[in-house]
């Protein structure tokens, strides 16, 4: 926790302490009226590397945008020359054929090809303007502060709150923070939602840090950014994201959620679907950078592009997830396929159920979740970037060793495995002693399969194993580690009763230890105090119930 730290103003020491975060102070009221949790230092330091990452990709983007078009410029004026272009060939504003629809990464491509718009960034001129970022919730203004400070490259950094104490907190944190704050963040009093509607495809970075769901901000967000612009969004009601209401989890974010180890995975991909399915509202759809479990949240880095034809492969990302009732086993059944037939592509529905009424495996029921997002949720090449970035910069984040922990494991994952496997949880089903992870993956390698950690729980395994394989493999190790006879009726003992087809093979393979093991880099770390958790609302009384509540 490096530099953070707490002192006293001198004119108004009794009311006021000063915090420090990074490169910004902001001033606290004794009160605490205004919403400040030291916590989200994780998320702030996360969120700066992802911005920093953003800006130099933007920047390729934007150059090889250039190059492409130079390119084109030339190729049409030698066609010109040579008298090749027909007579009445028309082309739309970007250059397309008409009835070409091309998906654009920048501010190029604002507005579908079916409605080309005026856009921010003069068309044609060349020129990439610093990113605009909207901290749409953002209290204290210390994330706002810190972006404008931090980042170099950044652009306009608008903050807005509906509170009146907090819009004034910012202000005077603003003026606290010297010129390059007072230049570069600006602070409203507004209604996020209000504000985002009537800023349509103006921000290329918009960041939702809400008290609990974001659910309310998202159809607003998604239309007020720029075309590869980047929604960097929060969620902290883990309790109805994990399943502790599905009902609750549903009417949020359109989404079953299911009360099982891979919650906290599952949650990130119920939020990516419901992110979603608001941008395709808007003939828009998302690619995730990034998306993390931390703490007490999750978080999703995604950015935004329209397109009317990509938006129809929305329906191919997403899956719904049955999970046996008796055992471990658990089956993705994508919405939506496609046929493709000569060099035209067919979209029709996923062919189902996944799984019979009965779970193979132990012959118990399913409970069905989902949808959730089941395409990819990293993009490994911007992981491998934003990881690079903050170890060339270590001293300048506080939260260095969890932000740095936190996405090797991410660069380690399986990216194409949507959740994952519990190997104690797997032991527990057969009442089994454990193998050693070293041993099982090895088992799962040796068989032919890929397997990786997750960074959103030191126990959890994913591999693209097929259970019936998976099974094979413990019923494999049961074998030379006997059990207790258990009563016949329960999952365990239906697994162990049939024979294995797989013979494994529990030799230590090479691949066995992440690369993170073998290099012995932390991967998950302890808190670094008691309480490190979520905090309530501003100026809000704390009780022992309270203090339950969120613990
Ligand atoms: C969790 S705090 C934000 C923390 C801040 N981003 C940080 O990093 O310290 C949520 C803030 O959202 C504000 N808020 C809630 N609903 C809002 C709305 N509809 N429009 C604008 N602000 C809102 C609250 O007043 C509160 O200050
Ligand atoms: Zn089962």
Same mark, same amino acid.
């Given at each position: 926790?490096?530099?953070?730290?707490?002192?006293?103003?001198?004119?108004?020491? *009794?009311?006021?302490?000063?915090?420090?975060?990074?490169?910004?102070?902001?001033?606290?009221? +004794?009160?605490?009226? #205004?919403?400040?949790?030291?916590?989200?230092?994780?998320?702030?330091?996360?969120?700066?590397?992802?911005?920093?990452?953003?800006?130099?990709?933007?920047?390729?983007?934007?150059?090889?945008?250039?190059?492409?078009?130079?390119?084109?410029?030339?190729?049409?004026?030698?066609? $010109?020359?040579?008298?090749?272009?027909?007579?009445?060939?028309?082309? +739309?504003? *970007?250059?397309?054929?008409?009835?070409?629809?091309?998906?654009?990464?920048?501010?190029?491509?604002?507005?579908?090809?079916?409605?080309?718009?005026?856009?921010?960034?003069?068309?044609?001129?060349?020129?990439?303007?610093?990113?605009?970022?909207?901290?749409?919730?953002?209290?204290?203004?210390?994330?706002?502060?810190?972006?404008?400070?931090?980042?170099?490259?950044?652009?306009? #950094?608008?903050?807005?709150? *509906?509170?009146?104490?907090?819009?004034?907190?910012?202000?005077?944190?603003?003026?606290?923070?010297?010129?390059?704050?007072?230049?570069?963040?600006?602070?409203?009093?507004?209604?996020?939602?209000?504000?985002?509607?009537?800023?349509?495809?103006?921000?290329?970075?918009?960041?939702?840090?809400?008290?609990?769901? =974001?659910?309310?901000?998202?159809?607003?967000?998604?239309?007020?950014?720029?075309?590869?612009?980047?929604?960097?969004?929060?969620?902290?009601?883990? %309790?109805?994201?994990?399943?502790?209401?599905?009902?609750?989890?549903?009417?949020?974010?359109?989404?079953?959620?299911?009360?099982?180890?891979?919650?906290?995975?599952?949650?990130?991909?119920?939020?990516?679907?419901?992110?979603?399915?608001?941008?395709?509202?808007?003939?828009?759809?998302?690619?995730?950078?990034?998306?993390?479990?931390?703490?007490?949240?999750?978080?999703?880095?995604?950015?935004?592009?329209?397109?009317?034809?990509?938006?129809? $492969?929305?329906?191919?990302?997403?899956?719904?997830?049955?999970?046996?009732?008796?055992?471990?086993?658990?089956?993705? &059944?994508?919405?939506?396929?496609?046929?493709?037939?000569?060099?035209?592509?067919?979209?029709?529905?996923?062919?189902?159920?996944?799984?019979? &009424?009965?779970?193979?495996?132990?012959?118990?029921?399913?409970?069905?979740?989902?949808?959730?997002?089941?395409?990819?949720?990293?993009?490994?090449?911007?992981?491998?970037?934003?990881?690079?970035? #903050?170890?060339?910069?270590?001293?300048?984040? =506080?939260?260095?060793?969890?932000?740095?922990? !936190?996405?090797?494991?991410?660069?380690?994952?399986?990216?194409? !495995?949507?959740?994952?496997?519990?190997?104690? $949880?797997?032991?527990?089903?057969?009442?089994?002693?454990?193998?050693?992870?070293?041993?099982?993956?090895?088992?799962?390698?040796?068989?032919?399969?890929?397997?990786?950690?997750?960074?959103?729980?030191?126990?959890?395994?994913?591999?693209?194993?097929?259970?019936?394989?998976?099974?094979?493999?413990?019923?494999?190790?049961?074998? $030379?580690?006997?059990?207790?006879?258990? =009563?016949?009726?329960?999952?365990?003992?239906?697994?162990?009763?049939?024979?294995? &087809?797989?013979?494994?093979?529990?030799?230590?393979?090479?691949?066995?230890?992440?690369?993170? &093991?073998?290099?012995?880099? %932390?991967?998950?770390?302890?808190?670094?105090?008691?309480?490190?958790?979520?905090?309530?609302?501003?100026?809000?009384?704390?009780?022992?119930?309270?203090?339950?509540?969120?613990?």
């Amino acid at each position: 926790m490096g530099d953070d730290e707490e002192t006293k103003t001198g004119e108004e020491e *009794n009311d006021y302490i000063v915090i420090k975060e990074g490169e910004a102070e902001i001033l606290m009221h +004794t009160k605490n009226e #205004v919403f400040y949790n030291k916590t989200q230092v994780n998320n702030r330091d996360m969120s700066i590397a992802v911005l920093r990452t953003f800006i130099s990709k933007r920047k390729e983007e934007h150059e090889a945008l250039l190059s492409k078009r130079k390119k084109k410029v030339l190729k049409v004026s030698e066609d $010109n020359d040579s008298g090749l272009r027909a007579p009445n060939e028309s082309t +739309t504003p *970007n250059g397309k054929s008409n009835g070409e629809c091309e998906e654009m990464p920048l501010d190029e491509s604002k507005g579908t090809c079916e409605e080309p718009e005026k856009t921010r960034e003069h068309k044609g001129q060349g020129e990439l303007k610093p990113p605009r970022v909207l901290e749409a919730l953002s209290a204290s203004g210390l994330r706002a502060i810190r972006y404008a400070r931090e980042i170099e490259g950044i652009g306009q #950094v608008v903050a807005l709150d *509906n509170d009146k104490a907090s819009v004034e907190a910012c202000r005077r944190n603003i003026k606290f923070n010297g010129s390059v704050a007072s230049e570069k963040v600006e602070s409203n009093l507004a209604d996020a939602r209000v504000y985002m509607l009537t800023h349509p495809k103006e921000f290329d970075v918009i960041d939702l840090d809400p008290y609990g769901s =974001p659910s309310v901000f998202l159809d607003s967000a998604v239309q007020s950014i720029a075309d590869g612009g980047m929604l960097m969004c929060t969620a902290t009601d883990m %309790a109805v994201l994990c399943g502790g209401n599905g009902e609750v989890c549903y009417s949020k974010y359109g989404s079953y959620p299911l009360r099982v180890k891979y919650c906290h995975e599952m949650a990130l991909r119920i939020l990516l679907a419901c992110v979603e399915s608001h941008a395709n509202r808007y003939k828009r759809y998302i690619v995730p950078m990034l998306s993390v479990q931390m703490d007490f949240y999750v978080r999703v880095f995604v950015r935004i592009y329209t397109s009317a034809s990509s938006m129809k $492969n929305t329906p191919l990302k997403l899956s719904y997830v049955y999970q046996c009732i008796g055992c471990d086993s658990f089956h993705l &059944q994508p919405l939506a396929r496609t046929v493709s037939k000569d060099t035209r592509v067919r979209y029709l529905p996923g062919f189902g159920p996944a799984v019979p &009424q009965e779970c193979s495996d132990c012959g118990k029921k399913y409970n069905m979740g989902g949808p959730i997002w089941s395409a990819p949720i990293h993009d490994q090449d911007w992981v491998t970037s934003i990881l690079a970035d #903050v170890k060339s910069m270590k001293e300048r984040y =506080p939260a260095f060793n969890r932000i740095s922990a !936190v996405l090797t494991t991410i660069s380690e994952e399986l990216p194409d !495995v949507p959740l994952f496997l519990s190997l104690h $949880n797997l032991c527990g089903t057969l009442k089994c002693t454990s193998p050693s992870a070293v041993v099982f993956r090895s088992a799962v390698i040796n068989a032919g399969y890929r397997i990786s950690g997750t960074h959103v729980n030191p126990l959890g395994l994913k591999s693209d194993a097929p259970m019936d394989v998976i099974w094979d493999i413990m019923r494999c190790w049961v074998k $030379n580690h006997p059990v207790k006879a258990q =009563p016949p009726e329960q999952a365990g003992s239906v697994i162990l009763a049939k024979e294995p &087809q797989l013979q494994a093979n529990f030799a230590r393979s090479v691949a066995s230890l992440s690369k993170a &093991q073998a290099k012995k880099v %932390a991967r998950f770390l302890p808190n670094p105090e008691r309480h490190w958790g979520p905090k309530l609302r501003a100026a809000r009384t704390i009780t022992s119930i309270a203090i339950r509540a969120v613990s």
